[in-house]
């Protein structure tokens, strides 16, 4: 994301109400005008049916939650770029932790932490939580291949301001890499998104949904130098606040190859409980096909059928 979201001008103005008044108000605006059921038609829903193998109707219904989310997400960028820092605290408050007793063993630990969360709901909101409730003092390095995001930089490093020692790295050479090494061993917790596509390096098969996906996955070396416990999360949206999702925590003790797929099978697990539990708020359905081989197809298995596969890879 390079610029500001571009949103309607009644969207901006939610964005400055309260986590809650502002998603319930959305909802209201939304189902009361049909705002963008006109829009995207059917949107996501022959996606939805054909890999997830739902029937037409919870489809088409998914699909209108999946729009409804998109927008919702650009609020909440907004909403932390432009609301004051005592009222996105009060957010933060509303961001609950399904497992806290799983976070407070691993952060009691004092050992380094690699946090990898999917590009699921207010993504941000649940990193910030997190932070300030187990990892209080240390600071979080986030790793990306590029720096042109301009709006999501102004808005994690407004992080800074509610007390997150939030910082970037961009990871483009092996010297990056190795930098992060010594920011883990020097307490920093990691950020590493799990759900990259596999032209950001070091890919691995994580079959799901009956479909050869692949995700990059260099997560297991970063664990294995540095010692780290990794830490998968997803975060999701509701009307009232936010929930942090915990997968297996795991660590990486050796480079053997029956250990890559130890620990890529856990990944995988989470990935795809994390999807199946809540499709319509996995931001990156739009490049499925960047996890596909070019040769994937999806039969379309919609009860009316007949119809030709889905290239989802072309």
């Known amino acids: 994301m390079t610029t500001a979201p571009h949103i309607p001008w009644t969207f901006a103005r939610l964005a400055s109400l309260p986590l809650a008044w502002r998603r319930r108000g959305l909802r209201a605006l939304v189902t009361g005008r049909r705002l963008l059921a006109k829009e995207v038609g059917d949107g996501f829903a022959a996606t939805f049916e054909s890999v997830l193998r739902l029937p037409r109707r919870e489809a088409l219904r998914l699909s209108r939650e999946a729009v409804l989310h998109d927008v919702a997400s650009e ?3 907004c909403a932390l770029h432009k609301r004051p820092i005592a009222a996105i605290r009060r957010d933060i408050d509303r961001v609950r932790v399904a497992d806290p007793a799983v976070m407070e063993r691993v952060a009691s630990t004092g050992r380094p932490v690699i946090l990898a969360p999917l590009h699921m709901g207010a993504y941000v909101l649940g990193l910030a939580a997190l932070m300030l409730r187990y990892f209080p003092g240390r600071p979080m390095l986030v790793l990306r ?6 709006m999501e930089t102004e808005v994690i490093e407004r992080l800074r301001e509610v007390d997150v ?9 092996r010297a990056d890499f190795l930098s992060a090494v010594r920011f883990a061993q020097k307490g920093a917790v ?11 390096g070091a890919p691995a098969e994580m079959p799901m949904f009956g479909l050869p996906f692949r995700f990059a996955f260099g997560t297991d070396t970063l664990a294995r130098l540095t010692g780290a416990t990794v ?6 949206m509701d009307d009232r606040g936010d929930t942090v999702g915990l997968g297996q925590p795991f660590e990486v003790r050796a480079s053997a190859p029956e250990e890559r797929a130890h620990v890529a099978g856990i990944m995988r697990r989470h990935i795809q409980a ?16 960047d996890y596909l081989p070019s040769s994937a197809t999806v039969q379309d298995i919609s ?6 596969p889905h290239d989802l890879a072309a």
Do not use: K
Not at 145 to 150: G, T
């Open 145 to 150: 291949q590029r720096d042109d995001m301009a």
């Open 303 to 308: 009860p009316a059928g007949g119809e030709a």
């Open 231 to 236: 830490v998968p999360i997803a975060t999701t």
């Open 165 to 173: 020692d939030v910082r970037f790295l961009t990871v483009s050479q």
């Open 274 to 289: 994390a999807i199946s539990g809540r499709p319509e708020q996995w931001h990156l359905w739009p490049m499925l096909a």
């Open 190 to 200: 990691i950020v590493v998104f799990c759900d990259l596509d596999p032209s950001y």
């Open 75 to 77: 609020i909440e960028w």
